[in-house]
């Protein structure tokens, strides 16, 4: 099959690569750009480790080909820093509040909660346990997670809004 041009912008950087046209998302952000903190677990799309931003919505990268991407915007857990190395609202709070165990998960968990905030700026338990519930922790450490997102929310509240890059 013959490869496919696509045009991106990823953490806020404009790329043009030629693909094969069944590349998953996940398989083009590790392998052709690099940016190997979108973790692959199930690859069903199931676990959550994957997930990133698409045009600001998160998705499971290994269920999205890569040309399904031309022309968006994809923000991975690399782009959610500040270009000065200054970890986002929910970064820091998962660091904070041990929101991680193997971090296996972690990226994708950091993802979720930043487009679960922005949806939900204020969120009770539950709703942030709902919100979460497409992302699994293997090592069982969701009290950590769930004080995590709790405490970015707080922290949010109090900041200018966060925008991922786009």
């Known amino acids: 099959m013959t490869d496919v041009e696509i045009s991106v912008v990823v953490n806020g950087v404009k790329r043009r690569d030629r693909i094969p046209p069944r590349r998953t998302l996940a398989d ?11 973790h692959l677990g199930c690859e069903h799309g199931v676990c959550g480790a994957c997930s990133v931003l698409l045009d600001g919505d998160a998705v499971r990268a290994c269920l999205v080909f890569a040309v399904q991407a031309d022309g968006a915007a994809v923000t ?15 970064q820091q709070a998962f660091r904070d509040h041990h929101g991680l165990q193997c971090g296996f998960c972690t990226p994708g968990f950091v993802v979720s909660a930043t487009a679960f905030l922005q949806e939900t700026p ?4 539950d709703e942030i346990r709902e919100g979460l519930s497409g992302n699994i922790c293997r090592c069982t450490g969701y009290q950590g997670i769930i004080r995590a997102v709790r405490d970015a929310a707080t922290t949010i509240s109090t900041e ?6 786009a």
């Open 28 to 38: 083009y952000l590790r392998e052709t750009c690099g940016l190997t903190g979108t």
């Open 122 to 125: 204020d969120p009770s338990d």
């Open 160 to 165: 200018a809004p966060v925008t991922p890059q």
């Open 76 to 90: 991975t857990v690399e782009g959610l820093a500040d270009t000065d190395g200054t970890l986002s609202p929910v």
